[in-house]
């Protein structure tokens, strides 16, 4: 990395964690949803993340954070020669990713927290960065790239109880998961997020 961006970045990080009133750490369910199933039959299954946000602001506030999601997905390949005649039985195939999250979240508290309320509503939206760190489709006749990074745009709503917050939301793929045309359908993939955690107050 450039010698002058690394400052830079250092700079930016510690203003952000001095300005930030809230810390969070927490983890959950990702489900995905595929928009476009097409010929390889393409099922979302179950993943999860784990990761942490800081949040700039009580009644509308930011929240950046950074996470780590692992992605699964079921492809099917058929046994079909050239011509599409079927020589054999279908096979199916476990997809798995492993990226960094990286949601820049705008937001909106509904009870003021400067009555310090002891339960909290909240909304949020805004884009969300996936980039790839490594991927695996568990079948050594493909050669396909995971492309090295996926965006989305996504609204949620949440909850928080004192120290602890659940949170939902769903983000739309606004690109596709691999890059080049290997497969005949190169999927956008939603993703359903459910996560709970903890939330620390900051002195500021």
Not at 20 to 49: C, I, K, M, P
Not at 92 to 107: K, N
Not at 182 to 199: H, K
């Amino acid at each position: 990395m450039n010698a002058r961006i690394t400052p830079l970045l250092l700079a930016l990080t510690i203003s952000i964690t001095t300005a930030a009133q809230e810390f969070r750490l927490g983890g959950g369910y990702t489900g995905s949803n595929v928009s476009e199933a097409g010929d390889e039959q393409w099922v979302g299954r179950a993943g999860y993340h784990l990761g942490a946000d800081l949040q700039l602001g009580r009644t509308w506030f930011l929240r950046p954070g950074v996470h780590l999601l692992v992605r699964n997905l079921n492809y099917t390949l058929a046994g079909v020669d050239q011509n599409g005649e079927q020589i054999g039985t279908d096979v199916e195939f476990r997809y798995t990713d492993r990226s960094l999250r990286i949601p820049l979240m705008v937001g909106l508290n509904l009870i003021d927290p400067a009555s310090d309320p002891g339960v909290n509503i909240y909304v949020v939206g805004g884009p969300t960065a996936l980039l790839n760190l490594n991927a695996d489709l568990r079948n050594d006749r493909l050669d396909v790239e995971t492309s090295p990074a996926e965006w989305y745009l996504g609204a949620g709503a949440g909850l928080t109880l004192g120290f602890l917050f659940v949170e939902g939301g769903y983000h739309v793929a606004m690109s596709n998961v691999f890059e080049g045309a290997r497969f005949e359908t190169n999927p956008r993939v939603n993703l359903i997020n459910l996560s709970a955690g903890i939330r620390l107050q900051l002195a500021n």
